[in-house]
């Protein structure tokens, strides 16, 4: 059996290689939240860059197992779990779906524009992820809403006071970390799928091969 880079092996290899990446950047956070949320030097690229490669599929499932490694890295959140709803709810809205969706981005993998394709799609798993973790933001996290989370402006707001804390903290407290995240990612992947698919000479009469299986 021939290897080549449309097979199933090579796929293997090449997603492994893109999850031991996004993992060692995921370490990688000059900023981290008191509990929980970090921004990183583009850790979700290479995530992104296995939904371009290999569509929305794969791309889901590659994900999903990398949302499972950053459960295990980040087994302390679960400490702040009080019920077992409340541990389901971190597993899913802040590990499994959050990361997972992010596989989601091989949506745009048919534009023919490969830096426009890739910047989108890390605009589709930044704001995915944020609303992942913001559904855990207003349902696990809401005994430790804190009004300093919120813009000085609108502390002394509507948005302060009741149950539309609970909302507005886990808009901005999430947001804090997740905007500039997001934009890290639409930003490198952008640049470094173009230069893949330049430097590859990747267009789309090829994809299809990128994710077809062994081939005797």
Same mark, same amino acid.
């Not at 993998?109 to 930044?126: H, S, Y």
């Not at 855990?136 to 996290?141: H, L, M």
């Given at each position: #059996? @021939? %290897?080549?880079? =449309?097979?199933?092996?090579? @796929?293997?290899?090449?997603?492994?290689?893109m999850?031991?990446? +996004?993992?060692?950047?995921?370490?990688?956070?000059?900023? =981290?939240?008191p509990m929980g949320g970090t921004v990183?030097?583009?850790? #979700?690229?290479?995530?992104?860059?296995? &939904?371009? #490669?290999?569509? *929305? $599929?794969? !791309?889901?499932g590659a994900c999903t197992v990398y949302g499972l490694t950053q459960m295990l890295f980040g087994i302390d959140n679960f400490s702040y779990a009080t019920t077992l709803w +409340?541990?389901? +709810?971190?597993?899913?809205?802040?590990? %499994?779906? +959050?990361? !997972?969706?992010? !596989? /989601?981005? !091989?949506?745009? =993998?048919?534009? @023919?524009? =490969?830096p426009l394709a890739a910047g989108l799609a890390g605009l589709i798993a930044g704001v995915g992820r944020f609303l992942c973790h913001f559904l855990s933001g207003v349902t696990v996290w809401k005994e430790w809403?804190?009004?300093?989370? /919120?813009?000085?402006?609108?502390?002394?707001?509507? /948005?302060?006071?009741?149950?539309? %804390?609970?909302?507005?903290y886990s808009f901005f407290y999430n947001g804090a970390t997740m905007l500039p995240e997001t934009i890290v990612t639409? *930003?490198?992947?952008?640049?470094?799928? &173009?230069a893949l698919s330049a430097g590859l000479k990747i267009n789309p009469a090829e994809e299809k091969k990128? $994710?077809?299986?062994?081939q005797d």
């Amino acid at each position: #059996m @021939k %290897l080549d880079y =449309r097979s199933r092996t090579f @796929k293997l290899v090449i997603t492994a290689l893109m999850l031991a990446l +996004a993992t060692v950047l995921s370490e990688m956070t000059p900023i =981290r939240m008191p509990m929980g949320g970090t921004v990183t030097p583009g850790s #979700m690229v290479p995530l992104v860059l296995i &939904g371009q #490669m290999y569509g *929305v $599929g794969w !791309g889901l499932g590659a994900c999903t197992v990398y949302g499972l490694t950053q459960m295990l890295f980040g087994i302390d959140n679960f400490s702040y779990a009080t019920t077992l709803w +409340a541990v389901l +709810a971190i597993a899913l809205f802040d590990y %499994l779906v +959050a990361y !997972g969706i992010i !596989g /989601l981005s !091989g949506v745009t =993998r048919k534009i @023919k524009n =490969r830096p426009l394709a890739a910047g989108l799609a890390g605009l589709i798993a930044g704001v995915g992820r944020f609303l992942c973790h913001f559904l855990s933001g207003v349902t696990v996290w809401k005994e430790w809403v804190d009004v300093t989370a /919120l813009p000085t402006s609108l502390q002394d707001t509507w /948005l302060a006071k009741g149950d539309a %804390l609970i909302y507005s903290y886990s808009f901005f407290y999430n947001g804090a970390t997740m905007l500039p995240e997001t934009i890290v990612t639409v *930003v490198l992947s952008a640049l470094v799928w &173009g230069a893949l698919s330049a430097g590859l000479k990747i267009n789309p009469a090829e994809e299809k091969k990128l $994710g077809a299986e062994v081939q005797d």
